[in-house]
């Protein structure tokens, strides 16, 4: 047995042969035709090879509705004339099926199996043609091609499954010719091949007018922890990422957008040829570090919530799309090795302002006050209170006041 046969079906081969188990076909019967002793796939007048179980006659007469043919010296036969595609001529030779005789002795004739080899000859693997659904069985859909029977697996009706096939019947489809076998009277069609190629045709059209940076409406088609999907239109659909949902912070997609939700988004790359796109919906929302102006100060106490945890420290949200940087070195008066060890994931907390950098977005904190005490806290408490302690000092106390005694009243006075 050579390799080829040893070689395993693909799915589609496997899919139609499981589908045509069992289920008989339409065919049109082109087996030998001609009475015992009649001819048999005999050469035909100039040298042109007659198709097994047909004859060929030469056309001696056109009489009404039936063309005579000489099929020999000594038999003669009749054709009717509406068999003939083109208007028959003394003269024309063509082949003929035997039908029986007459009482006359005339031979029945007709064309219809030349037509349908014909017919055979003008289907090719790949072509695009339309057939009429005349039944249905288990395995798909039965159907003619003119005088041809097709078949259709269930999977190749639509572009998903197709639970009611019934619907399909008397109906006239577009589909693509998927194998042609004149031997086993067998043409198998596949409409989901031409509904993927016009989709195809369709993205391929609508990629070609998107570019980077250009706004568009779309639906969400589902959601998932990482962002959501959306239909752009004309068969294709664009990654809408968690991180490019909100210039807040997003934990749960589903909090911000919904299936069947329309939005507008940007497209911020196309790659692979319009296969995967990414887009974003924050970058058409007002950016807030634009407009922070002069509201956050160094050394400016303010309160935020932790939205991300990092091996170097935590992001801290000041306020939707406004973020701050609180390293681990200054997260507690003690050394931390972890993050995770002092602070969770939502937690709010005050911390205090290092740095701003409205230009580069970027903004340090630190959760300790000046003195290095946790803000807060009742070390920090005590601090203030020094702080103000030598402020009175150093403008209301006359010279020669001990100083050691105003920090003692100072630690010991009650907040």
């Not at 050469?43 to 090879?49: E, H, L, S, Y």
């Not at 005349?134 to 499954?161: C, D, H, I, W, Y």
């Not at 009175?392 to 100072?410: D, H, I, V, Y």
Request: with cysteine; aromatic share 4%.
């Amino acid at each position: 047995m050579s390799s080829k046969n040893n070689q395993p079906k693909d799915a589609l081969s496997a899919e139609i042969e499981a589908a045509l188990d069992g289920v008989e076909l339409q065919r049109v019967d082109l087996q030998d035709s001609s009475p015992a002793g009649g001819p048999r796939g005999k050469q035909a007048a100039g040298g042109r090879k007659t198709p097994r179980g047909l004859v060929p006659g030469l056309i001696v007469g056109v009489h009404g509705d039936d063309v005579i043919v000489e099929l020999s010296p000594t038999r003669q036969g009749i054709c009717p004339r509406a068999q003939f595609d083109v208007e028959p001529k003394v003269g024309d030779r063509s082949d003929f099926s035997l039908g029986g005789q007459d009482p006359d002795g005339l031979w029945i004739l007709s064309r219809r199996e030349i037509q349908a080899l014909a017919a055979w000859d003008s289907i090719e693997k790949g072509s695009r043609v339309e057939a009429k659904v005349t039944g249905q069985n288990t395995g798909g859909l039965e159907l003619k091609l003119g005088p041809l029977p097709g078949f259709m697996p269930a999977s190749q009706v639509g572009l998903g499954r197709e639970d009611n096939l019934a619907q399909y019947i008397g109906k006239n489809l577009e589909c693509l010719v998927l194998e042609v076998d004149a031997d086993r009277r067998r043409i198998l069609l596949s409409r989901r091949a031409l509904l993927e190629s016009e989709r195809e045709e369709a993205r391929e059209a609508s990629v070609g007018s998107f570019t980077v940076g250009k706004v568009l409406r779309g639906k969400v088609t589902r959601v998932e922890t990482f962002g959501a999907f959306v239909d752009l239109g004309g068969g294709v659909e664009g990654l809408l990422h968690v991180s490019n949902l909100s210039r807040g912070h997003v934990a749960d997609p589903n909090d911000v957008v919904k299936r069947g939700q329309d939005l507008e988004v940007m497209i911020l790359k196309i790659e692979d040829g319009g296969k995967r796109i990414a887009l974003g919906t924050k970058q058409l929302e007002a950016d807030p570090w634009q407009s922070l102006g002069g509201k956050y100060q160094i050394d400016q106490v303010v309160s935020g919530k932790v939205v991300r945890l990092t091996d170097f420290g935590a992001f801290v949200e000041l306020e939707p799309g406004v973020d701050g940087l609180l390293h681990v070195s200054v997260m507690a008066k003690e050394r931390v090795r972890r993050p995770q060890d002092v602070l969770a994931g939502g937690q709010e907390l005050s911390v205090r302002i290092v740095t701003v950098d409205s230009a580069r977005q970027r903004m340090s904190l630190s959760r300790l006050d000046p003195r290095g005490a946790i803000i807060g806290s009742e070390d920090s408490v005590d601090s203030a209170v020094i702080d103000e302690a030598l402020a009175r000092t150093q403008s209301n106390t006359p010279q020669g006041t001990n100083l050691g005694s105003l920090f003692k009243k100072a630690f010991n006075k009650k907040p």
